[in-house]
């Protein structure tokens, strides 16, 4: 499986509009984040955990032509703004994409994508295929094992996933054990880690590093970072050798 980063920002990216900061400011590309994405290449399936409002872009930048599935973690604006997107794919590809979400971000998607739902159809519009998904279900996709993994951001119930040796969660502020044991004997790990100082609803890098060497990994990388993180390449000296920052564009082989 390949796994590719599409964005590995929080929800306003780096650069943050209007900020001067030296992140923002930084001329290192790995300081330049789109919103949080990630895709997974198997041997007989493309897969995209969320659409945020940077999918048409990071779809370019990355040469997809091909997509099966959108697995959703959650619905926040910043992990599903860009399903509209999908609309290429539906047209050259000539097939439906299919839509991995729990019950309560698929009443999300009909609110905020009402005219793909509406009875008045008309051509153009998004093709889905809607699979219910829940914490308690693993699911394939293909002949890929999808295993959930319930975490919370703040007081909402999220997903994470583990495929195979590969476990991907964000947004994370707690995680509790009997979820922290599906992750365990992961061989790779990516767990947010927004910022320095404490928040109210992710990690800041303490917590990811201390949960980092709770399931000890062959490596985690770090995702969905802000600018209140620091530089890349200053926040890297500091890590520990089997624990690193994601960036864009960063390409992993499993």
């Known amino acids: 499986m390949k796994v590719t980063f599409l964005g590995t920002g929080t929800s306003q990216g780096i650069p943050v509009i209007s900020c001067g900061c030296e992140v923002c400011l930084s001329d290192d590309y790995r300081d330049k984040r789109l919103r949080t994405s990630v895709l997974l290449q198997t041997e007989d399936k493309t897969i ?22 959108i697995i959703y973690t959650h619905e926040h604006k910043d992990h599903i703004a860009g399903l509209d997107d999908i609309r290429p794919f539906n047209y050259l590809l000539k097939k439906n994409i299919d ?11 009909r609110r905020e994508f009402s005219y793909i739902f509406s009875e008045i159809q008309y051509p153009g519009l998004p093709q889905i295929n809607l699979h219910e998904i829940s914490a308690d279900r693993s699911f394939y996709i293909g002949e890929t094992l999808i295993e959930p993994i319930e975490i919370m951001h703040y007081k909402l119930p999220i997903l994470g996933y583990r495929i195979n040796d590969f476990t991907y969660i964000t947004d994370a502020k707690t995680i509790s054990e009997s979820a922290a044991e599906k992750i365990m004997g992961t061989k790779i790990l990516v767990i947010n880690a927004l ?19 709770k399931i000890n990994a062959e490596v985690t990388y770090l995702t969905h970072i802000s600018h209140n993180l620091g530089l890349h390449n200053e926040v890297e000296k ?17």
């Open 48 to 69: 995209v955990i969320d659409s945020g409002p940077d999918f048409r872009y990071q779809m370019l930048r990355a040469g997809v032509k091909d997509l099966d599935a």
């Open 99 to 109: 839509i991995y979400s729990t019950i309560r971000v698929e009443q999300a998607l």
């Open 195 to 213: 910022q320095i100082a404490d928040h109210i609803s992710h990690f800041n890098l303490e917590e990811a590093v201390t949960f980092a060497k």
């Open 238 to 254: 500091v890590l520990p050798d089997n624990i690193r920052l994601a960036y864009d564009g960063l390409t992993l082989y499993l």
